[in-house]
């Protein structure tokens, strides 16, 4: 069986249990949707999650590219504190069927691109909840787009998939990671300053108090956040999918849009758009 020209192995292999979504089905869903996603994933190098045995066995995230990968998976070569690694770089169809067929079931970009990679182009804040209610997060996402604002940001939303939102928004490059990293702590503690009772950037998950996590930390060196359209290694098979503001109040949780569903949307925002 062949995808995109890469031999797939083990098509038959179930991934998602709960659902009987096998190995062919992720493959094909990401062969499908690489039109969307790989405007995302351009030139950024990339964390793979990946779970050779199925959501339900322990995965891995991986970093560095494999000595086995092919030459036509393009890599990076990244400077770190203990040295340097080699990461991947996903930049066409091919590539992405490739690494799925690995298992890699989610997709995390980096924030900058390879040329430039200390100075973000992309800015993302993680909505973290700490509880179940998913009303409490589409709250906070409405209260911190209004803070952005305030600022002459105003942001794109997306769902994660998993349980929460990302709010993100483009730079023009210029600043370190660092100073970028700077300026969102700040609009976050000023996000937890103004709304005490909802908002928190308490690191440690059992000081919380079931708050919201707003996640600034991503905007860092060498960080990443979940790529647009990106699967989630969640029963639900969630997709990370960017909505409009205009949808926040009828989005019931973060995995609203999965695999099973996700192509039906797209299509009508097709049609929309031909209208």
Not at 11 to 33: A, C, H, N, Q, W
Not at 138 to 159: C, N, V, Y
Request: aromatic share 10%; hydrophobic share 35%.
């Amino acid at each position: 069986m062949q995808i995109a020209g890469v031999e797939i192995s083990h098509p038959e292999k179930v991934l998602f249990p709960e659902k009987e979504i096998t190995k062919g089905d992720m493959i094909s869903y990401y062969e499908r949707i690489a039109p969307l996603m790989l405007p995302f994933l351009k030139d950024r190098p990339l964390t793979l999650h990946r779970f050779p045995g199925g959501i339900t066995e322990s995965g891995f995230y991986q970093k560095n590219a494999s000595d086995y990968f092919p030459s036509f998976i393009k890599t990076i070569k990244i400077e770190t504190e203990e040295g340097t690694n080699t990461q991947v770089l996903c930049n066409d169809r091919k590539s992405l069927v490739y690494l799925a067929n690995q298992g890699t079931v989610a997709f995390h970009i980096w924030l900058s691109k390879k040329d430039k990679l200390r100075q973000p182009d992309r800015v993302v804040f993680d909505l973290d909840p700490s509880d179940d209610d998913f009303e409490k997060i589409k709250e906070g996402a409405k209260i911190m787009r209004f803070l952005l604002k305030s600022k002459e940001i105003d942001p794109s939303l997306m769902t994660s998939g998993k349980s929460g939102l990302h709010l993100y928004y483009n730079i023009r490059r210029g600043k370190d990671f660092d100073k970028v990293k700077a300026l969102t702590r700040d609009i976050a503690e000023e996000a937890e300053k103004k709304e005490p009772g909802l908002f928190t950037t308490q690191l440690r998950k059992d000081k919380r108090e079931g708050k919201i996590f707003v996640d600034y930390l991503r905007n860092s060196y060498a960080q990443t956040a979940v790529c647009p359209y990106s699967l989630r290694a969640t029963e639900e098979a969630g997709v990370a999918t960017p909505i409009e503001w205009e949808e926040l109040s009828r989005i019931k949780s973060a995995s609203q849009y999965h695999i099973e569903n996700i192509f039906r949307r797209t299509a009508q925002l097709n049609r929309n758009n031909e209208e």
